[in-house]
């Protein structure tokens, strides 16, 4: 078996029991494994903020992610008061896949947090992650401003 069926078989494993065992609670899970791995992005210099407009969130979230492997596209849409980011086939898209295919819902997603700090470095606002949407091949996460 490859190191990445290793890790992906982990991950799925990793992610089924948390939500056996802990149900939608699970999903606060996000904040502790996004701040691991906001540290890790930072400490490696990955964060790089390059401009102020729902473009350059985009061209930025999606560089970021590359540097962590594959991924499809990340698209920004502005509202009055919400952004709303979708990335489109990440690194992740495989294990959620699996999970879904199992009918369990991907309880702690890799890229919550780095989506959160990146939306508000950008866009110099507090905000707050509404709701995230995932399905095969997008995740969708909506925020909104809390200023």
Excluded: W
Excluded at 20 to 30: C, I, V
């Amino acid at each position: 078996m490859s190191r990445e069926r290793v890790h992906k078989a982990f991950i799925v494993g990793l992610q089924e029991a948390l939500f056996e065992t802990h149900g939608e609670m699970a999903l606060a899970l996000n904040r502790v494994a996004g701040r691991a791995m906001m540290e890790y992005i930072e400490d490696e210099e990955l964060l790089e903020i390059t401009g102020n407009t729902a473009n350059s969130l985009a061209h930025d979230v999606k560089k970021i992610i590359e540097s962590l492997g594959d991924v499809g596209d990340v698209l920004v849409e502005e509202g009055e008061d919400t952004i709303e980011l979708i990335i489109v086939e990440c690194p992740f898209s495989d294990v959620k896949r699996e999970l879904l295919d199992r009918d369990k819902v991907p309880v702690v997603c890799p890229f919550a947090s780095l989506v959160l700090k990146a939306t508000e470095e950008t866009f110099g606002v507090k905000m707050r992650i509404v709701s995230i949407d995932v399905d095969d091949e997008e995740c969708r996460f909506v925020m909104e401003r809390t200023e």
